[in-house]
Nanobody
Framework: QVQVAESGGGLVQAGGSLRLSCAAS????????MGWYRQAPGKQRELVAT???????NYADSVKGRFTLSRDNAKNTAYLQMNSLKPEDTGVYYC????????????????WGQGTQVTVSS
C-alpha cells in the first residue's frame, strides 16, 4: 500500500510565502518523478513543477523564479517553496509521485495526494 500526503497549505497575503510538503509512504521500491499540480476553481488541473529522479526540474512559466521544487530522496519527500505569491496562485495543490512499489514492477504507478488548499489574498 502506497500513500501520498500533502501538507503546508493555508491562507497568505500577496507577496508572502508558503512551503508545501509531499510525503510518500508505504511499500516503495523507487520513485521516479515527483511533482506538484494545482487546480483553481472552475479551471482544469495544471502542472506547477516536477522533478525527475535525476533532479532535472520543469516549472510552469507562471511560477518560474518564484517557486522552487526540491526532494529529499531518503525521506521520499518533495517540497515546494512558494515565494512572492499572487492571488492567481490560489487553488488546491496536488502532489503526484510515479512510484515503483516493488522491484519486479518495472512500470511506475501514478499516485496522487488528496490536495492542500492555498489561498492568496490581495
Amino acid at each position: 500500500q502506497v500513500q501520498v500526503a500533502e501538507s503546508g497549505g493555508g491562507l497568505v497575503q500577496a507577496g508572502g510565502s508558503l512551503r508545501l510538503s509531499c510525503a510518500a509512504s508505504g511499500t516503495i521500491f523507487s520513485i521516479n518523478t515527483m511533482g506538484w499540480y494545482r487546480q483553481a476553481p472552475g479551471k482544469q488541473r495544471e502542472l506547477v513543477a516536477t522533478m525527475s529522479s535525476d533532479t532535472s526540474t520543469n516549472y510552469a512559466d507562471s511560477v518560474k523564479g518564484r517557486f522552487t521544487l526540491s526532494r529529499d530522496n531518503a525521506k521520499n519527500t518533495a517540497y515546494l517553496q512558494m515565494n512572492s505569491l499572487k492571488p492567481e496562485d490560489t487553488g488546491v495543490y496536488y502532489c503526484n509521485a510515479e512510484i515503483r512499489p516493488r522491484w519486479y514492477i518495472n512500470r511506475p504507478v501514478d499516485y496522487w495526494g488528496q490536495g492542500t488548499q492555498v489561498t492568496v489574498s490581495s
